[in-house]
């Protein structure tokens, strides 16, 4: 089933983020776009990688009124040790999810109950909470943030600009479609 404009569920998990503890509710993530960066654990080997890539690329999601929340099943103590330990994770600074519940993981199906791990899964949260785009990808394949962010940015455009789509490998300022009946004639 299509995961495309499932509202998130209500939740309140522990995070890390800045050297400190917190609470985030949904409440944080409504009236801004999010994403929800799944990862299966701390501590381990493609994670770093990709967590490293969205810290470099942070500052742009920002610009672009997007929040990250990487996600995984170890608690936001786990986080705060992966992140002192850790050069890469030391670079973050969005907001480390934690969900030794599974309640995160389970709302956005991507829950493996025998591993007790979340899959690779990134989701795209509109302002009203709602899932816009997402992909779910194998334990031993790595995301590209720079391609996320490219999502990002076409989700709000084609939110603001409802009768226009972008093709692929649309960026900002590039050239949209706007779908008729003429062009599809001519597909």
Known sequence: MSMINKEVSDFSVEAFQNGAFKTVKKADILGKWSVFFFYPADFTFVCPTELEDLADKYA????????????????????????????????????????????????????????G?????????????????????????????????????ASQFVAQHGDEVCPAKWKPGAQTLKPSLDLVGQL
């Open 60 to 115: 742009e999601f920002q610009a672009a009124n997007c929040e990250i929340y990487s996600v995984s099943c170890d608690t936001h103590f786990v986080h705060k040790a992966w992140h002192d330990a850790s050069k890469r994770i030391q670079k973050i600074q969005y907001t480390m999810l934690a969900d030794p519940t599974h309640a995160l993981a389970k709302d956005f199906d991507v829950y493996i109950e025998d591993a």
């Open 117 to 153: 791990l979340a899959e690779r899964g990134s989701f795209i949260v509109n302002p009203e909470g709602k899932i816009v785009a997402y992909e779910v990808t194998a334990g031993n394949v790595g995301r590209n943030a720079e391609e996320l962010l490219r999502r990002v940015q």
